[in-house]
């Protein structure tokens, strides 16, 4: 070859490799651009979380109150007494744990984003809320944290269960002759954990808040595969253990069940803000914020509460206004 052509040909090479890097170039920068557009001027919107409330219910409860004030939730109410609602449950053992379990088996497949499991009643003495109400403190409920952490017991306040509800590893072994005292769960705790938890060391210790209401994840509850759900949920048909307590044994599983540890007992200032929002409330202690939940003097609210006070006074609204507004939430729109 000539040196002429030689150098035609270097030539030639050398301008095919700055049009493929100036094509690149092109390339990189429209990318860059059009990053750059979508993000400022054309947001890129995301899909709403689906959302579900799961509720344990009996034929006659009233769970109009829920449609009624919480919008943008589907509502899945299991009856536990009546075989021929739409949503039933295979025996009424175990509480609201028999409906919570029974929901995951028939839906595990088809799950949404957000789960709240609950009771049926808008009051209930354990709603962490001044006065019980289970409106405000579900409409408060901030996704996005739920999202993020897979499971949330909706108690911040530790009082009851938190921070050791139960101490399984020391105590006696026999059950006491009246099975609703006050050690029952305690002493059933390490045969029922054996059989729920095949293979894991019983803890020393379990804290967390009562009473078994708790958001879950369809991606946190997805970690387990689906016959540990039914494993559960026939311990609880097969056991001996009467319906008080093999309920309890669940309500103080459920964060196990769902990834936390044995004592499970964030902040309760912390918990406030990230679970509600509620981030201004005064807290001197670590599992109690002041009056955001004072502790009732009995285990079952007054007939017509809230209007009917616990000794049977009446409460017109301005009065409900100054309860709500000394325990400090009156800014969430009550």
């Not at 804290?207 to 595969?225: D, I, M, N, S, Y």
Request: with cysteine; proline share 7%.
């Amino acid at each position: 070859m000539s040196d002429d052509m030689a150098i035609f040909t270097l030539s030639r090479r050398r301008s095919f490799r700055r049009v493929l890097l100036g094509f690149g170039l092109f390339v990189v920068i429209g990318l860059v651009l059009r990053a750059s557009w979508s993000s400022d001027s054309t947001p890129i919107p995301q899909t709403p979380a689906s959302k579900a409330f799961i509720v344990a219910s009996m034929k006659n409860d009233n769970t109009d109150w829920i449609s009624e004030n919480l919008t943008g939730w589907d509502l899945i109410r299991y009856v536990v007494d009546d075989p021929k609602a739409k949503y039933t449950v295979p025996k009424n053992k175990g509480r609201e744990a028999m409906v919570y379990l029974t929901y995951i088996i028939d839906h595990y497949d088809n799950l949404p984003d957000v789960m709240v499991l609950m009771h049926s009643e808008r009051y209930q003495w354990h709603n962490d809320d001044p006065i019980y109400d289970g409106v405000p403190m579900l409409r408060s409920l901030q996704i996005p944290y739920l999202l993020s952490q897979g499971y949330s017991n909706l108690r911040c306040v530790w009082t009851l269960g938190c921070p050791s509800e139960l101490k399984p590893s020391n105590v006696p072994q026999e059950m006491p002759a009246d099975p609703k005292a006050a050690k029952t769960t305690e002493i059933a705790y390490p045969a029922a954990f054996k059989a729920l938890f095949p293979g894991e060391d019983l803890p020393e210790v379990i804290g967390v808040a009562c009473c078994a209401q708790l958001a879950v994840t369809r991606q946190k509850v997805l970690e387990r595969p689906i016959s540990d759900y039914h494993r559960y949920r026939n311990w609880i048909l097969q056991t001996s253990l009467d319906d008080h307590v093999s309920g309890r044994v669940l309500e103080y599983s459920w964060h196990l069940i769902f990834g936390k540890k044995a004592v499970h007992c964030p902040n309760a200032k912390e918990c406030y803000c990230k679970t509600y929002g509620l981030c201004d409330l005064e807290c001197n202690e670590e599992g109690k914020c002041g009056e955001r939940w004072p502790f009732p003097p009995f285990s079952t609210l007054p007939s017509g509460w809230p209007t009917n006070g616990w000794d049977g006074e009446v409460r017109d609204e301005a009065k409900l206004a100054e309860l709500r507004r000394t325990a400090m939430i009156n800014r969430t729109g009550f």
